[in-house]
């Protein structure tokens, strides 16, 4: 049973640790945001669903790239003044919108991240704080010029989405924009996602949807549809689907029939 706390105007559901893959099946997190949003060319939404309900194992993403971005990190920290934040962020108060008596979440999925950092926001930019998330793709590389991260990165900018929906409630809306920081050493690139901007708003009411359909299919033990070849691999690990090219159209179409005829049955037994 998890145990619910409040300390400040913090919302405070269990923390743990970027690396607790047992955890990280409590809700949805900011690395999971494109895998939601079907933008994630590493891990579809189907494979995410399976970790998710515990069918498939999470991948330990521990590596050279990581222990270099992890270093980079602690480096971009120092040389922007940014601070750590050591705790786990949920996207609602407990108090407010768990209902204990019908357990739901009130139309609501939870969301979770570990910011890599925060500082206060110079006044001439409106104040408040900045939420920062540091990026190191590569050493040396220069990054592409470009003011809009959902151009440069899609992965990267459902990401800032996810940060902004879970900050969206807070008082005094002072957490009002995501800083990226690409760290491709000696070279660091900025690119803001502001909350004020109209496109932003939609997407956030987007991913919203996105993630209560997606979170509904995991309490409901619904699967997700198997779309491309390696999620036809995974639903149907008995049958030879090396042989067989991405699913059609149609497949798709005759395995909504077959899923609606099964629901129909139970329903009727």
């Not at 509904?216 to 008995?238: I, Y």
């Amino acid at each position: 049973m998890l145990r619910y706390t409040r300390r400040s105007k913090r919302w405070c559901l269990p923390q743990f640790p970027v690396n607790d893959r047992e955890k990280r099946k409590l809700g949805i997190g900011g690395s999971d945001a494109a895998s939601v949003m079907r933008a994630n060319p590493y891990k579809t939404r189907y494979e995410l669903y399976l970790e998710k309900t515990g069918a498939l194992e999470e991948e330990d993403q521990t590596n050279k790239y990581t222990k270099w971005g992890n270093f980079m990190e602690d480096a971009v920290r120092k040389k922007f003044k940014i601070r750590k934040s050591n705790m786990t962020w949920w996207n609602y108060d407990p108090f407010k919108y768990f209902s204990f008596k019908e357990n739901n979440y009130n139309q609501k999925a939870p969301l979770f991240a570990h910011f890599d950092g925060y500082a206060r926001n110079h006044i001439s930019n409106g104040g408040g704080y900045l939420v920062y998330e540091i990026k190191a793709p590569s050493y040396g590389s220069k990054y592409i010029d470009k003011d809009n991260i959902k151009s440069v990165n899609e992965t990267y900018y459902w990401q800032g989405i996810h940060f902004l929906t879970i900050l969206e409630g807070h008082a005094n809306h002072i957490w009002d924009k995501v800083c990226y920081i690409i760290a491709c050493a000696p070279h660091f690139h900025k690119f803001f996602i502001h909350r004020s901007i109209y496109e932003v708003k939609e997407d956030i009411h987007k991913y919203k949807a996105e993630t209560i359909l997606f979170w509904d299919s995991v309490q409901g033990q619904r699967p997700e549809e198997p779309l491309t070849h390696s999620d036809m691999k995974l639903a149907f690990p008995n049958v030879n689907i090396n042989e067989y090219p991405e699913a059609t159209i149609m497949d798709l179409e005759r395995m909504r029939m077959i899923k609606k005829h099964s629901e129909n049955k139970e329903a009727l037994e």
